[in-house]
């Protein structure tokens, strides 16, 4: 177990409780928690102006307690001791990296819970959380949620990315949580040598281990891509128009790639300094607009052609559709391990408000909120 901070589950709770007794009076909604800042009255941790502000209250959903999940025999042993670097060390330890954010929580559990549910060798598995507020409160919910699960959250620096980003470049409604990928290497203990990045608009439905086992050849990434994709779009005419810029592609046949999944090589991704190749890109962004995009074109710029193709099964992606159009989007022809709500509509949403497309019925059975949560009223 790589967290067992009974203490802190105790202090959430009283704090659950103690807001419950209030909650009448002042919840708007069943579900409008104040942050443990607001109620401690603990000194801001982040600069103003660094990522939304949440002081209006987040949504904090109650989840219930998911069952344990055992190794089958056929799974390698990873030595158990109390040593936390014993088990992230070990060579046999499966390390998937996600972000974790108020907004999607649902979606992350939901995404955790499916990964446990097929893997053969849960045990295994360690989750490797990136979170740029409240750390310690969505620490205390994995473990409520997932009291066997190896996991350890990571508090992510926003200002990392907000000084490379000008505001007025950055998409008004980005998280900065979207860059996190970019900062794995420099964050996760040097001995982890590869890493699955997901996003958590997902779900897996098939064992996470065969994704792991990917040979990624000479290249320090792979996804699936998708080569009928036209790549002018990515980027600005600005860009296409400067060959210093647009030499980047030359010799190459780039084709888009999602990075909400993708296996990645960490040393090779240390040894090419990889983040300082992408925050180059950004300064260059920072200074003439070359894509209109986030976090994804940097990614296209330095991988681009230069990815480890990963079969389509792995990111069906597309599923969140255009909610605001009512489209619903249907299943990709072939075999589906993981399932990807990529686009404006989330099922959690879709199912809350009534609106929901036929894919959202695989997503439902992971969707770990309490049911008395929503019977709250
Ligand atoms: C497990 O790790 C401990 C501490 O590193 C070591 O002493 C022990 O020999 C290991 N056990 C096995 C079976 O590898
Ligand atoms: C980005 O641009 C802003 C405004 O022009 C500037 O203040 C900032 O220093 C730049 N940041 C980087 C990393 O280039
Ligand atoms: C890609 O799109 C651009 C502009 O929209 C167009 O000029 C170009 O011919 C397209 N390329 C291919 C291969 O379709
Ligand atoms: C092309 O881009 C490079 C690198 O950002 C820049 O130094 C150069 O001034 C640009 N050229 C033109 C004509 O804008």
Request: include cysteine; aromatic fraction near 12%; proline fraction near 7%.
């Amino acid at each position: 177990m790589v967290h067992r901070s009974v203490s802190t589950i105790t202090s959430l709770s009283i704090i659950l409780l103690t807001f419950s007794a209030l909650a009448t009076a002042v919840r708007p909604s069943p579900f409008d928690f104040p942050a443990r800042a607001e109620l401690h009255s603990e000194p801001a941790l982040h600069s103003q102006g660094s990522g939304p502000q949440y002081s209006s209250g987040p949504e904090w959903p109650e989840f219930r307690e998911a069952p344990a999940f055992r190794n089958g025999k056929q799974c390698a042993f990873v030595n158990r001791t109390e040593n936390e670097l014993d088990h992230i060390c070990d060579r046999n330890s499966v390390h998937i990296a996600m972000t974790l954010d108020v907004k999607y929580l649902r979606g992350s559990m939901a995404a955790v819970f499916s990964i446990l549910k097929h893997t053969a060798c849960p045990e295994n598995v360690i989750f490797h959380f990136f979170a740029a507020d409240r750390d310690e409160q969505l620490r205390s919910l994995i473990f409520s949620t997932f009291p066997f699960l190896r996991f350890k959250v990571y508090h992510f620096d926003e200002a990392l990315v907000n000084l490379r980003i000008s505001p007025s470049v950055r998409p008004a409604l980005e998280h900065p949580l979207n860059y996190a990928r970019s900062y794995l290497a420099d964050i996760l203990e040097p001995c982890i040598q590869r890493v699955i990045y997901l996003d958590s608009d997902l779900i897996v439905v098939d064992d996470i281990v065969k994704l792991w086992g990917t040979r990624l050849g000479p290249y320090a990434i792979g996804a699936p891509e998708y080569c009928h994709t036209n790549m002018t779009k990515y980027f600005t005419n600005a860009f296409w128009q400067n060959r210093t810029l647009s030499r980047t592609f030359d010799g190459k046949k780039p084709c888009y790639f999602n990075t909400g999944v993708m296996v990645m090589d960490m040393t090779k991704w240390r040894t090419e300094n990889y983040r300082a190749v992408i925050e180059q890109w950004m300064g260059v962004q920072n200074r003439t607009r070359i894509y209109d995009l986030g976090s994804l074109p940097p990614f296209l710029l330095v991988f681009g052609g230069s990815v480890e193709p990963i079969d389509h099964r792995w990111n069906q992606h597309g599923l969140g559709g255009d909610n605001l159009e009512g489209k619903c989007r249907p299943l990709h022809p072939g075999p589906v391990s993981l399932l990807h709500w990529s686009g404006k509509g989330k099922p959690w949403i879709r199912i809350d408000q009534r609106k929901t497309c036929p894919v959202d019925s695989l997503w439902a059975p992971y969707d770990l909120l309490q049911p008395s949560a929503l019977s709250y009223q």
